[in-house]
């Protein structure tokens, strides 16, 4: 089977790729980058090089594939960004009715049942509401939480400072997914062609609260003092572009998702839901790779 890929080598799209290649499907991979075409030739895929914005690439990227994997690259530079994510699912949907691809496989997130949800989730909504008017094709939106390889960022927090944190107090749960743990499913999802009509499916690896969080990592890499410590949102946000986000990317996706996890709207419909991957990596697997990651970091 031909399927189109997009994300480049992320996470998730990478890790697809190969499981997608190993089962002897024929894999495009859709990625902005030229320095990257030769790696997604290593792993078997055909790079396909342009950008998500230029409907005639998005189209020509479709074209031939009875499948999709469908995400929406981070814009560091968009002066809206809710609009770019809303403009890209636009594409997406018009390419794949226009070019008869029958399987697509949406990485969404959780909180995508609020119409006007803080930072991605309302954009995230509008381009699962546009995927489900197609007709004849069958729809997957992934429902992923929080990623664990963001914790990679606060490495510097937990090394220097003993702490970490985030603008909401360490009793807020928290539902964390691995990217692999995504791949999987996307990839079982496409290979199986086991997608049916329009369908959600949450991926949640393990959930735990800011306190538990610290510990376990603080644990993992020796200093078992690391504290959670709750910011307010100026400081965070101040403290993300100090850091090089810019302020469109650190408002949406940290800021606002933080203040809708302290008020409890990222969670209502997940909370209600029981179609739950549950065999996923715990935040204890996840704190080997921690350990590794922290080891290496100067």
């Known amino acids: 089977m031909k399927v189109t890929v997009t994300g480049s080598l992320g996470n998730i799209s990478r890790l697809l790729i190969e499981k997608l290649v190993a089962a002897k499907h ?6 902005s980058d030229t320095a990257k075409a030769e790696a997604i030739r290593n792993l078997g895929g055909h790079p396909l090089i342009g950008s998500v914005e230029d409907y005639g690439f998005v189209k020509k990227a479709f074209e031939g594939s009875e499948a ?9 530079h968009t002066p809206n960004l809710k609009q770019y994510i809303k403009t890209v699912g636009e594409q997406y949907v018009r390419a794949i009715a226009e070019t008869g691809v029958r399987y697509a496989v949406n990485l969404s997130s959780i909180g995508a049942h609020l119409e006007t949800g803080l930072g991605p989730t309302g954009a995230n909504f509008y381009v699962e509401q546009q995927l489900n008017g197609l007709q004849d094709v069958h729809v997957l939106h992934l429902r992923p939480g929080m990623f664990f390889t963001n914790f990679y960022g606060a490495i510097p927090m937990i090394k220097y400072q003993q ?4 603008n909401f107090d360490g009793t807020v749960r928290l539902p964390l997914t691995h990217p ?26 393990d ?7 610290a510990q376990l990592l603080g644990q993992a890499v020796g200093k078992p003092d690391v504290q959670w410590i709750a910011f307010s949102d100026a400081q965070l946000l101040n403290a993300l572009v100090e850091n090089g986000f810019s302020e469109q990317m650190a408002k949406v996706y940290m800021v606002e998702i933080g203040v809708a996890l302290r008020e409890g709207s990222f969670m209502e419909h997940y909370n209600e839901s029981s179609s739950l991957f549950v065999n996923g990596t ?5 704190s080997k790779e921690f350990a590794t990651a922290y080891a290496y970091h100067n």
């Open 207 to 213: 959930e735990k609260n800011g306190f538990e969080i």
């Open 180 to 205: 692999r743990d995504i791949a999987e499913a996307a990839f079982q999802a496409l290979h199986n062609r086991s997608v049916s009509g329009k369908q959600i499916q949450y991926i949640v690896s």
């Open 26 to 31: 024929e894999v495009y991979v859709v990625s």
């Open 282 to 286: 715990s935040l204890q697997d996840f």
């Open 163 to 166: 702490m970490l944190g985030n």
């Open 68 to 76: 999709v994997y469908l995400m929406i690259p981070p814009n560091f």
